[in-house]
């Protein structure tokens, strides 16, 4: 008995410690984001935090305070290391850091995501949580294992023009002007972006052969991965309401290009529309809509709105680190599972992205560049795939459950 009742007074401690250690909410972090917006835990990188609406604005005393990937520093004594520095903009501060180094985990310990909160050095003020389970408002990391299979990607995948973007392209999948090879720019010393607006309306202002502001970075520790990083204010003067992103790839001449598949109109840009959340199904969408063998192929998923034709509440899948994508193709011939759904598990080809708007994942694919030609060989007259999601605990969505899980492949490239 005297047990039992010394860990009752050991919880009741713990607990009352906990309560006196959380300070009075004064509303939610509005936005978070990062420049550049796709990093590597390892390199510098600069968090913003949008705390307009709250009375911490004006303050010099803010601290990060975050529990995911690892709970940093103590409530009471926080370090000059998670100090907050208010910019240009009152009511929006700044972090920055290596996130190693801050956190003091290594690369491989970091998923796809940072929460926590914004606090005053003594504790007593506090934001709520900015977190996946709070609302979404959190920091994503982008994962540049899906670059396997991707040709180009912005990030996040809800860009907007007032916030940083990151372009990250795959130059083995790109393909040289005329479409005949691809691959042109692999082994460039240099790789530069020409970039425009909305089907290249406007242009940025460093289109010109070899400028050092359109120069990509090497991603480290990737294969033939580059990106660029850049603020749209940045690089297009007076820039019009943003439709697209338009650009293509050179080696500061233009003998060798990376680009796209040709269009119906034999136009090799690289197109990328902002993905703006409530579009097609509250559970799925894709763009675009209808597509050949060779097109890039965006899925988002919002697990949150899927039951899994369960019976239960929807929302299983949400919060899950990993999610996979499982595909039924049809063909004249019937229905095909290419790679079977416990197989996907575990292989990158088919990881989604966490990031955007409503905790929804993403995954970008070529569908005749992502699959090896043995398991490519039945798909020759695919019509249509049909896409579920797995996450690494095996929990798992149907086929179909909703009419927008289908995607039609047109016969053209078959």
């Given at each position: 008995m005297k047990n039992i009742v010394k860990i009752i007074g050991i919880w009741l401690f713990a607990a009352f410690a906990l309560q006196a250690s959380a300070g009075d909410i004064v509303g939610k972090v509005n936005a978070v984001w990062s420049s550049p917006a796709a990093f590597k835990p390892d390199q510098q990188v600069t968090f913003f935090f949008d705390l307009s609406g709250t009375s911490l604005v004006g303050r010099n005393d803010l601290h990060l305070y975050s529990w995911v990937p690892e709970t940093i520093e103590s409530w009471d004594a926080p370090s000059a290391k998670t100090l907050l520095t208010q910019t240009s903009n009152p009511a929006v501060y700044s972090l920055t850091c290596i996130p190693t180094d801050l956190w003091g985990k290594p690369v491989a310990d970091f998923g796809l995501k940072i929460e926590g909160l914004v606090k005053t050095n003594d504790g007593s003020l506090q934001t709520e949580d900015f977190s996946e389970a709070n609302g979404g408002t959190q920091f994503k990391l982008f994962d540049y294992k899906t670059m396997s299979g991707s040709l180009a990607v912005a990030f996040p995948p809800d860009f907007t023009a007032e916030k940083p973007i990151s372009i990250i392209g795959n130059l083995a999948l790109m393909w040289n002007d005329g479409q005949t090879a691809q691959g042109e720019l692999v082994?460039?010393?240099?790789?530069?972006?020409?970039?425009?607006?909305?089907?290249?309306?406007?242009?940025?202002?460093?289109?010109?052969?070899?400028?050092?502001?359109?120069?990509?970075?090497?991603?480290?520790?990737?294969?033939?991965?580059?990106?660029?990083?850049?603020?749209?204010?940045?690089?297009?003067?007076?820039?019009?309401?943003?439709?697209?992103?338009?650009?293509?790839?050179?080696?500061?001449?233009?003998?060798?290009?990376?680009?796209?598949?040709?269009?119906?109109?034999?136009?090799?840009?690289?197109?990328?529309?902002?993905?703006?959340?409530?579009?097609?199904?509250?559970?799925?969408?894709?763009?675009?809509?209808?597509?050949?063998?060779?097109?890039?192929?965006?899925?988002?998923?919002?697990?949150?709105?899927?039951?899994?034709?369960?019976?239960?509440?929807?929302?299983?899948?949400?919060?899950?680190?990993?999610?996979?994508?499982?595909?039924?193709?049809?063909?004249?011939?019937g229905k095909i599972t290419p790679v079977p759904a416990d197989q996907v598990k575990g292989d990158n080809r088919f990881l989604m992205t966490t990031g955007g708007a409503s905790g929804q994942y993403n995954f970008s694919f070529i569908l005749n560049k992502l699959f090896t030609e043995t398991e490519l060989d039945p798909l020759k007259g695919v019509t249509k795939i049909n896409f579920r999601f797995e996450n690494y605990d095996g929990l798992i969505s149907p086929f179909g459950i909703m009419a927008p899980h289908t995607l039609e492949i047109s016969k053209a490239d078959n």
């Open positions: 082994g460039a010393a240099n790789v530069y972006i020409w970039l425009g607006l909305n089907n290249f309306a406007v242009s940025s202002k460093y289109n010109t052969l070899g400028n050092a502001n359109a120069r990509c970075d090497f991603v480290s520790g990737e294969t033939n991965i580059i990106q660029y990083n850049f603020l749209i204010s940045d690089v297009i003067d007076n820039a019009p309401k943003l439709q697209n992103l338009s650009f293509l790839f050179n080696d500061g001449t233009w003998s060798k290009t990376g680009r796209d598949v040709k269009d119906a109109n034999g136009n090799q840009d690289i197109i990328i529309k902002p993905f703006v959340a409530g579009s097609g199904s509250s559970s799925f969408g894709n763009f675009p809509k209808k597509v050949t063998q060779g097109d890039i192929i965006t899925v988002k998923y919002f697990p949150q709105a899927d039951t899994l034709d369960s019976g239960l509440p929807a929302g299983l899948l949400t919060g899950s680190d990993r999610i996979y994508v499982v595909m039924e193709v049809e063909t004249s011939d």
